[in-house]
């Protein structure tokens, strides 16, 4: 049960690293980054405090703690990937119009030259 | 083109992707019913030479410099023609399935009604050669869905011969779909208590290439039309989104 936990905690240690390392490298934005740290950070210590752990378990009624953890875990990147197809949305929006744009653009500049 | 010329300017656009082997007809075929009328292809980023052949045709052309989808493409020709003053914008496609000669129709009928879509209409049923099996269900299966929600019947809802008044080109140039816009563009005039109107028109087998539309596609296609009409009925009038939604 414990190494399950133990599991977990070296996972979340690993992704923050990753993270971190990321960041420092600019591969990801800090903007976007925050949420990763935060889950990543949640996770750690939600592995390492089996009490606080057994104390969700007991008062939601799930069977054990591990599978709360999971629980958890799962949601905030069920969540998390929901927020990335709406930012993805958004920039699909904002890429759309701008390439409207630069086309009108192009079309007048090259109308202008002919006259 | 610079400007559209005189109060009632009309401008054609035709969406094109990898359509050399046929725009230069189609554009032709266009410049000689409707002569003095500017036409202006908008390439979704071809990798043919369809830029070079429409050019050679006569036409002017709007370059996409990455690949949009139809919906994004068409609006794009929707917004140049508002800003260049355009009164009255009708849409043909580029593999020559819509036939030149019907333009002067659906243009009589937009100012003689004052309607802000004119839609060219195949009332009768094609044979299987151009519609296929799932298409055609498709079809069926949208005018039961659109019936209610427009409140009047529309024969032929997935046509892409469409011509439109400056009204709805001041409502497509904010809100217009991305992908197969058709259907969804009706419900979007629907909301703003615009009115349509059908013309029938003939519609020849492609020219050259084959359909996007593929029999496998139709199953996404009907998914994503459907998930549109619904969404936009019950869209949220807040933050007009550019180039879609709205
Ligand atoms: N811009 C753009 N045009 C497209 C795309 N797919 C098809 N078209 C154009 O839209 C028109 C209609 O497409 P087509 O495949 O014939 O659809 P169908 O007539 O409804 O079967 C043609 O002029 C095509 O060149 C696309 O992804 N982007
Ligand atoms: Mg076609």
Same mark, same amino acid.
């Given at each position: 049960?414990?190494?399950?936990?133990?599991?977990?905690?070296?996972?979340?240690?690993?992704?923050?690293?990753?993270?971190?390392?990321?960041?420092?490298?600019?591969?990801?934005?800090?903007?976007?980054?925050?949420?990763?740290?935060?889950?990543?950070? &949640?996770?750690?210590?939600?592995? /390492?405090?089996?009490?606080? /752990?057994?104390?969700?378990?007991?008062?939601?009624?799930?069977?054990?703690?591990?599978?709360?953890?999971?629980?958890?875990?799962?949601?905030?990147?069920?969540?998390?990937?929901?927020?990335?197809?709406?930012?993805?949305?958004?920039?699909?929006?904002?890429?759309? &119009?701008?390439?409207?744009?630069?086309?009108?653009?192009?079309?007048?500049?090259?109308?202008?030259?002919?006259? | 083109? !610079?400007? *559209?010329?005189?109060?009632?300017?009309? $401008?054609?656009?035709?969406?094109?992707?990898?359509?050399?082997?046929?725009?230069?007809?189609?554009?032709?075929?266009?410049?000689?019913?409707?002569?003095?009328?500017?036409?202006?292809?908008?390439?979704? #980023?071809?990798?043919? %030479?369809?830029?070079?052949?429409?050019?050679?045709?006569? *036409?002017?052309?709007?370059?996409?410099?990455?690949?949009?989808?139809?919906?994004? #493409?068409?609006?794009?020709?929707?917004?140049?023609? +508002?800003?260049?003053?355009?009164?009255?914008?009708?849409?043909?496609?580029?593999?020559?399935?819509?036939?030149?000669?019907?333009?002067?129709?659906?243009?009589?009928?937009?100012?003689?009604?004052? #309607?802000?879509?004119?839609? %060219?209409?195949?009332?009768?049923?094609? !044979?299987?050669?151009?519609?296929?099996?799932?298409?055609?269900? %498709?079809? @069926?299966?949208?005018?039961?869905? $659109? @019936?209610?929600?427009?409140?009047?019947?529309? @024969?032929?809802?997935?046509?892409?011969?469409?011509?439109? !008044?400056?009204?709805? $080109?001041?409502?497509?140039?904010?809100?217009?779909?991305?992908?197969?816009?058709?259907?969804?563009?009706?419900?979007? $005039?629907?909301?703003?208590?615009?009115?349509?109107?059908?013309?029938?028109?003939?519609?020849?087998?492609?020219?050259?290439?084959?359909?996007?539309?593929?029999?496998?596609?139709?199953? +996404?296609?009907? =998914?994503? =039309?459907?998930?549109?009409?619904? =969404? !936009?009925?019950?869209? +949220?009038?807040?933050?007009?989104?550019?180039?879609? %939604?709205?």
């Amino acid at each position: 049960m414990d190494s399950l936990l133990h599991v977990t905690a070296v996972l979340s240690v690993v992704l923050l690293a990753m993270v971190l390392i990321s960041l420092r490298r600019a591969h990801i934005r800090v903007e976007y980054s925050v949420s990763w740290l935060l889950a990543a950070v &949640a996770m750690l210590l939600l592995s /390492l405090s089996r009490p606080v /752990l057994d104390a969700i378990t007991r008062w939601t009624g799930v069977p054990d703690s591990p599978l709360t953890l999971f629980l958890i875990t799962g949601t905030v990147f069920l969540v998390m990937f929901f927020r990335f197809s709406v930012i993805i949305s958004h920039l699909r929006d904002d890429n759309v &119009a701008l390439t409207q744009r630069v086309a009108m653009l192009e079309y007048r500049v090259r109308s202008f030259e002919q006259e | 083109m !610079n400007r *559209a010329s005189g109060a009632d300017a009309l $401008l054609v656009i035709v969406p094109a992707l990898n359509e050399e082997g046929a725009i230069g007809e189609v554009v032709r075929q266009i410049r000689q019913h409707v002569p003095d009328v500017p036409v202006l292809v908008i390439d979704d #980023c071809s990798e043919d %030479g369809t830029i070079g052949v429409a050019r050679a045709a006569g *036409a002017d052309v709007l370059p996409l410099a990455h690949h949009l989808g139809l919906g994004g #493409c068409v609006q794009a020709g929707y917004k140049l023609a +508002y800003e260049l003053g355009f009164e009255y914008v009708i849409r043909v496609d580029g593999d020559g399935q819509h036939d030149a000669r019907d333009i002067p129709a659906i243009l009589e009928r937009l100012k003689s009604t004052g #309607c802000e879509m004119v839609i %060219g209409s195949r009332f009768v049923e094609e !044979n299987g050669s151009s519609t296929g099996m799932v298409r055609g269900l %498709g079809i @069926r299966f949208f005018r039961m869905v $659109l @019936r209610p929600i427009l409140g009047k019947p529309v @024969r032929d809802p997935t046509s892409g011969f469409v011509g439109v !008044n400056r009204r709805a $080109l001041e409502v497509f140039a904010r809100s217009f779909p991305l992908e197969y816009p058709e259907i969804e563009a009706l419900v979007v $005039l629907q909301r703003r208590r615009f009115r349509f109107e059908e013309v029938p028109v003939k519609m020849h087998p492609r020219l050259a290439g084959r359909s996007t539309i593929t029999p496998r596609k139709s199953l +996404y296609y009907i =998914v994503h =039309v459907l998930l549109g009409v619904f =969404v !936009n009925i019950l869209k +949220y009038d807040g933050r007009p989104r550019p180039g879609r %939604g709205g």
